[in-house]
Protein backbone atom coordinates (compact mmCIF):
# COMPACT_ATOMS: atom_id res chain seq x y z
CA UNK A 1 0.00 0.00 0.00
CA UNK A 2 3.09 2.26 0.76
CA UNK A 3 4.41 1.66 -2.57
CA UNK A 4 0.80 2.70 -4.06
CA UNK A 5 0.80 5.64 -2.55
CA UNK A 6 4.23 6.76 -3.27
CA UNK A 7 3.59 5.79 -7.13
CA UNK A 8 0.02 7.59 -7.04
CA UNK A 9 1.93 10.89 -5.65
CA UNK A 10 4.76 10.46 -7.92
CA UNK A 11 2.10 10.17 -10.75
CA UNK A 12 0.43 13.42 -9.22
CA UNK A 13 3.94 15.10 -9.18
CA UNK A 14 4.64 14.23 -12.95
CA UNK A 15 1.60 15.57 -13.92
CA UNK A 16 1.89 18.75 -12.23
CA UNK A 17 4.89 19.06 -13.45
CA UNK A 18 4.39 18.59 -16.91
CA UNK A 19 1.16 20.90 -16.57
CA UNK A 20 3.40 23.54 -15.28
CA UNK A 21 5.32 23.30 -18.42
CA UNK A 22 2.09 23.42 -20.57
CA UNK A 23 0.71 26.20 -18.93
CA UNK A 24 4.21 28.01 -19.51
CA UNK A 25 4.72 26.93 -22.91
CA UNK A 26 1.19 28.07 -23.88
CA UNK A 27 2.17 31.50 -21.80
CA UNK A 28 5.04 31.69 -24.05
CA UNK A 29 3.27 31.15 -27.31
CA UNK A 30 0.76 33.71 -26.56
CA UNK A 31 2.93 36.65 -25.80
CA UNK A 32 4.78 35.70 -28.40
CA UNK A 33 1.94 36.09 -31.11
CA UNK A 34 0.66 39.22 -28.96
CA UNK A 35 4.35 40.76 -29.47
CA UNK A 36 3.82 39.54 -33.20
CA UNK A 37 -0.28 41.61 -33.35
CA UNK A 38 1.86 44.67 -31.96
CA UNK A 39 4.05 44.74 -34.53
CA UNK A 40 1.65 44.05 -37.14
CA UNK A 41 -0.26 46.83 -36.05
CA UNK A 42 2.26 49.11 -34.96
CA UNK A 43 3.39 48.63 -38.72
CA UNK A 44 0.06 49.22 -40.19
CA UNK A 45 -0.24 52.15 -37.89
CA UNK A 46 2.81 53.96 -38.88
CA UNK A 47 2.20 53.41 -42.97
CA UNK A 48 -1.34 54.48 -42.71
CA UNK A 49 0.09 58.08 -40.62
CA UNK A 50 2.58 58.12 -43.20
CA UNK A 51 0.01 58.35 -45.75
CA UNK A 52 -2.33 60.59 -44.22
CA UNK A 53 1.06 63.02 -43.61
CA UNK A 54 1.44 62.73 -47.74
CA UNK A 55 -2.41 63.36 -48.64
CA UNK A 56 -2.06 66.69 -46.45
CA UNK A 57 1.32 67.73 -47.27
CA UNK A 58 -0.64 67.46 -50.96
CA UNK A 59 -3.92 69.37 -50.16
CA UNK A 60 -1.48 72.08 -48.62
CA UNK A 61 0.58 72.47 -52.08
CA UNK A 62 -2.55 72.15 -54.24
CA UNK A 63 -4.12 75.38 -51.94
CA UNK A 64 -0.86 76.94 -52.28
CA UNK A 65 -1.01 76.52 -56.03
CA UNK A 66 -4.75 77.74 -55.85
CA UNK A 67 -3.83 80.64 -53.87
CA UNK A 68 -1.08 81.60 -55.59
CA UNK A 69 -3.53 81.09 -58.98
CA UNK A 70 -6.16 83.57 -57.76
CA UNK A 71 -3.60 86.48 -56.31
CA UNK A 72 -1.88 86.56 -59.40
CA UNK A 73 -4.84 86.61 -61.77
CA UNK A 74 -5.91 89.54 -59.14
CA UNK A 75 -2.71 91.25 -59.66
CA UNK A 76 -3.08 90.74 -63.30
CA UNK A 77 -6.56 92.92 -63.20
CA UNK A 78 -5.00 95.23 -60.45
CA UNK A 79 -2.27 95.67 -63.14
CA UNK A 80 -4.56 96.73 -65.67
CA UNK A 81 -7.05 98.98 -64.30
CA UNK A 82 -3.36 100.63 -63.27
CA UNK A 83 -2.30 100.49 -66.43
CA UNK A 84 -5.47 101.41 -68.03
CA UNK A 85 -5.47 104.57 -65.69
CA UNK A 86 -1.81 105.54 -66.28
CA UNK A 87 -2.99 105.71 -70.11
CA UNK A 88 -5.98 108.17 -69.31
CA UNK A 89 -4.02 110.17 -67.37
CA UNK A 90 -1.51 110.38 -69.94
CA UNK A 91 -4.42 111.31 -72.48
CA UNK A 92 -5.19 113.90 -69.83
CA UNK A 93 -1.88 115.20 -69.62
CA UNK A 94 -1.43 115.21 -73.61
CA UNK A 95 -4.87 117.23 -73.79
CA UNK A 96 -3.72 120.01 -71.11
CA UNK A 97 -0.38 120.34 -73.25
CA UNK A 98 -2.17 120.50 -76.32
CA UNK A 99 -4.78 123.14 -74.68
CA UNK A 100 -1.49 125.28 -73.35
CA UNK A 101 0.05 125.27 -76.73
Known amino acids: MDLLK ?3 IAVLAA ?3 AGLIYVRHAAQR ?3 QARTE ?3 ILGEAK ?3 EARLREADLAAKEKLLQARGEFEKAS ?3 RGEHDK ?3 RLTQRE ?3 DQRIK
Open 15 to 17: ALV
Open 38 to 40: AEK
Open 6 to 8: IGL
Open 30 to 32: AVS
Open 85 to 87: FER
Open 94 to 96: DNL
Open 47 to 49: RES
Open 76 to 78: RKR
